[in-house]
């Protein structure tokens, strides 16, 4: 009688512990996050400085960072599975790759090669420009409320990052990011950042574009002087960064 007492015990128990080796196996059997690094190269091998990496999964960039002096760049603890990453660089076509990210495939470095496009950066400048860079030197003259850099005054301050072009501007305020660069705050919010004309969301100024990509910057650190059609009334009390870039 003792021993049919304990059958249901025991079935119990070894019940429980198939559950719990079933666990196990399959947290065992998931991939780990992992550290990815590479470097990014022209096609003749020389490394790229300043391009900017944005690693997507589902549709949405989950980390984005920029490449260093010789070219290398790093994500760091990127849950492992399917996952894209695309390279842009002022004067590169842009590339998008696909990898599985696993302890093996994040083993060595990797390069990416970028092909160059068909274009002289250097011959792009603001003085005589025509369109939004004719709009952003009128404004510059005419208006007293915002705050101007052209490609001449940045190349003197010579900023790592953009956001670095913000120290003088009244009520800015710069934290270092975990991604990349700073985090920009004007008046204590985040400021609305325009590129080209077009609105940019949920990302920080150093993550979209570099100090080399950049024709005229306009910042208003209020509503006050933000051209009409750049305001957001939802976001008035935070100020509003105009960019334009150098690629025409």
């Known amino acids: 009688m003792r021993i049919r007492s304990r059958l249901p015990r025991l079935t119990a128990v070894a ?18 996050p992992v550290t990815l690094t590479g470097v990014v190269l022209a096609d003749d091998r020389t490394p790229l400085s300043d391009a900017v990496l944005g690693l997507e999964r589902g549709g949405q960039t989950l980390y984005r960072v ?18 894209s990453i695309t390279v842009r660089r002022l004067g590169y076509l842009q590339r998008r790759l696909e990898f599985d990210l696993n302890a093996v495939t994040t083993k060595d470095t990797f390069e990416i090669l970028l092909t160059p496009v068909a274009t002289d950066v250097e011959a792009v400048t ?18 007293n409320f915002g705050y101007f850099f052209d490609q001449n005054d940045i190349r003197r301050k010579g900023p790592r990052y953009v956001s670095e072009l913000f120290r003088t501007i009244p009520g ?44 005229g ?32």
């Open 172 to 215: 800015a305020r710069l934290q270092a990011s975990r991604r990349a660069g700073n985090v920009l705050e004007l008046r204590n919010c985040t400021p609305r950042i325009w590129i080209d004309g077009v609105r940019a969301d949920n990302a920080e100024i150093d993550e979209l574009i570099s100090p080399s990509e950049i024709a």
């Open 66 to 83: 920029r490449s260093l002096s010789d070219g290398h760049f790093t994500f760091t603890d990127v849950p492992g599975g399917m996952a």
């Open 15 to 32: 019940c429980l512990f198939a559950s719990v080796l079933t666990v196990r196996i399959a947290l065992s059997q998931a991939v780990a």
């Open 126 to 143: 603001i003085e005589g420009a025509t369109g939004r860079l004719q709009a952003f030197n009128d404004r510059r003259v005419r208006n």
């Open 217 to 248: 910057l306009e910042i208003y650190p209020s509503f006050a002087g933000v051209p009409a059609e750049y305001m957001d009334k939802e976001n008035r009390a935070c100020g509003v960064v105009l960019v334009w870039t150098r690629q025409t």
